[in-house]
């Protein structure tokens, strides 16, 4: 029985024996397999990283150059109108042309345009309709584009205006009710009324004063704002707006002007697309991040 323990013994010595190599081979392998797939996962990771630092440096040098450049192009243009002595009408026609084209969504340019329209008025020179038409092609060309942006992120209805009935008093509009979410989503119960009234028109400057008033559908005694302002061709919406309440924003432009009437266009767009002058208060950002943090917790609780 001994001999038996004895040869079984000796049979695992020669198996641990010719094993031990093999183990360690195995290891070693194993390590190396192991190594090379982390320092391929590194590799990869850092060269990830190197391309998006690579990437964030690329455009930053890319808007800081073209700040420069809108900088010194501004500069540049704006001499015009601080030196008036040294440029022509027709030079001013075409520097307010180059601004409202390139900064329209980050100054208010409608002193600069009215201004302008001002001068081309006592101006005796044979081109003076041709500046006034290209002062206003370019103020509705702008008008246009605002509108297209601040539509495609709210919500844009046409309004027609009758001279007659202006004059009468009694020209109104129909009554609209819009969703007062910060993300204008048509979602839940909390409504606002906007309502607009013409008061008097001004053939002379093209201009149409209006009451606008807007609140609770429930607290109609109580409007949240009740304003009477202008709007002429010189008026740009992005600009040229009114603030709500929950981050909200509304402006009216006027896009034409008949001997008979005009059209007009109301916007109700949220503050991010405002213009980069008009800022959000701090109560607005603050209850932004607060609807958006309760949207992710309603849509973690659905998950």
């Known amino acids: ?144 584009k605002q509108l297209a942006a601040l539509g495609d992120a709210g919500m844009l209805i046409p309004m027609s205006l009758s001279f007659e009935e202006v004059d009468n008093g009694t020209q109104s509009f129909d009554e609209h009710l819009f969703p007062m979410r910060s993300d204008l989503s048509t979602e839940g119960d909390e409504k606002r009324y906007i309502f607009i009234e013409a008061l008097h028109q001004f053939p002379e400057t093209q201009e149409i004063k209006l009451r606008l008033e807007s609140g609770s559908p429930e607290n109609r005694f109580n409007p949240e704002i009740d304003i009477i302002f202008k709007v002429g061709f010189f008026d740009f919406p992005m600009i040229d707006n009114t603030r709500l309440s929950h981050s909200q924003r509304i402006a009216v432009a006027l896009t034409r002007w008949t001997d008979y009437g005009a059209e007009l266009a109301l916007v109700y767009f949220p503050g991010s697309r405002a213009s980069l002058k008009e800022k959000p208060y701090y109560d607005e950002v603050i209850e932004q991040i607060r609807l958006t943090q309760y949207s992710l917790e309603e849509g973690n609780d659905e998950n």
Not at 29 to 35: E, P
Not at 42 to 71: C, F, H, P, V
Not at 99 to 125: C, M, Q, W
């Open 1 to 144: 029985m001994a001999a038996q323990d004895g040869k079984t013994r000796d049979r695992w010595d020669k198996i641990d024996i010719l094993l031990k190599p093999v183990g360690g081979l195995l290891t070693g392998i194993a390590l190396a397999i192991v190594g090379y797939f982390t320092t391929d996962v590194l590799e990869k990771q850092q060269a990830a990283e190197t391309n998006r630092r690579l990437y964030a440096e690329i455009m930053s040098s890319r808007e800081k150059a073209d700040s420069d450049l809108r900088k010194e192009m501004f500069n540049a243009i704006i001499n015009a109108f601080l030196d008036p002595e040294s440029a022509t009408l027709e030079e001013k026609v075409l520097a307010l042309e180059l601004l409202a084209y390139n900064f329209h969504d980050v100054i208010d340019l409608s002193p600069l345009f009215k201004h302008v329209a001002r001068s081309i008025e006592t101006f005796a020179g044979d081109n003076r309709d041709d500046l006034r038409d290209q002062l206003e092609r370019v103020a509705r060309e702008v008008i246009d």
